[in-house]
């Protein structure tokens, strides 16, 4: 593991009164929203609370065979007063390139690689089927086409010691509405957005709680702390460190800003929430 990032990971970890506060490079997590639109101080006790997240692989877009992961997760708490209050993400990463898969081995030799992003920006409406454990997300979707040239720099070993990257990244559409829904009891997934082909695909992992949960958690199996990020789930990060899309060991769920790498902003994110 590289000295200078165990060196930051310790550093952050130490800082014990770091929150997820401290993360402002990260992306907003959640989009929240109220049904009805009433003050968040007037909710009261909360009556119950829910929470989903599941992983699933996509394979087609529209006709054509691709290769990706899709992550989605939300959160609804129901209040007293009638209210509902509801928080969700979502993100899908595909290539059409079959021969390479987005999380690829790290190639010692210079390449192109074109990719597709969507990320779900505004969220409406999330909810969970719990006799069908059916489940059903809208709201609006931004989808990128990235291509980015790698520009890999060996010794005269042929050992890997650095490499550069030039991005170039194309709105396919912005601000669109889409609605993603998972059926057959967590089989099957589909996630519609107007403007580009259906992604379609299975769901390999899912996870529904009614305590409180920490968006940051990456090791989903880990029973004795199943709503706190641990040391374990940082090092999963930075054993990931440096990987994008196409190179490397990549996972969306790591990518906390999503700017399709593994980074220092991903790591300290993490960090800073340790035991949160």
């Known amino acids: 593991m590289n000295k200078k990032i165990v060196a930051i990971l310790l550093a952050v970890i130490a800082v014990g009164g770091l929150s997820i506060a401290a993360t402002a ?17 007037s909710h009261g006790p909360r009556l119950q609370q829910s929470f989903v997240r599941w992983n699933g692989l ?19 708490i129901v209040f007293n007063d009638a209210s509902t209050r509801q928080g969700a993400s979502a993100t ?28 779900l920006t505004n969220a409406s409406v999330s909810g969970l089927n719990v006799g069908s454990n059916d489940f059903f997300l ?28 030039s991005q170039d990244a194309t709105a396919l559409v912005s601000n669109a509405y889409g609605e993603l829904t998972v059926k057959d009891s967590w089989a099957n997934f589909t996630l519609a957005i ?15 709680r009614s305590m409180q949960f920490n968006p940051f958690k990456i090791n989903e199996d880990d029973e004795a702390n199943p709503t706190t990020v641990t040391k374990a789930d940082v090092l999963s990060i930075t054993q990931a460190y440096g990987a994008m899309p196409g190179w490397g060991n990549y996972d969306q769920r790591m990518d906390y800003n999503f700017n399709y790498k593994i980074d220092i902003v991903d790591l300290t994110t993490a960090a800073a929430n340790v035991n949160a």
Do not use: C, K
């Open 25 to 41: 490079n990260a992306m907003p997590f959640m989009n929240w929203r109220t049904f009805p639109n009433i003050p968040s101080n």
């Open 58 to 76: 996509i394979t087609e877009w529209g006709t054509t065979n691709v290769t990706g992961a899709i992550q989605a997760q939300s959160r609804t």
């Open 92 to 119: 899908a990463i595909w290539t059409t390139n079959t021969t390479r898969p987005i999380n690829a081995l790290r190639d010692r030799e210079n390449f192109t690689y074109t990719f597709f992003a969507a990320r």
């Open 138 to 165: 809208n709201g609006t979707w931004t989808v990128y086409q990235v291509t980015t040239n790698f520009t890999i720099i060996t010794d005269i070993s042929g050992t890997i010691t650095s490499f550069h990257r």
């Open 194 to 208: 107007n403007g580009v082909n259906p992604l379609t695909g299975s769901v390999h992992r899912q996870i529904t």
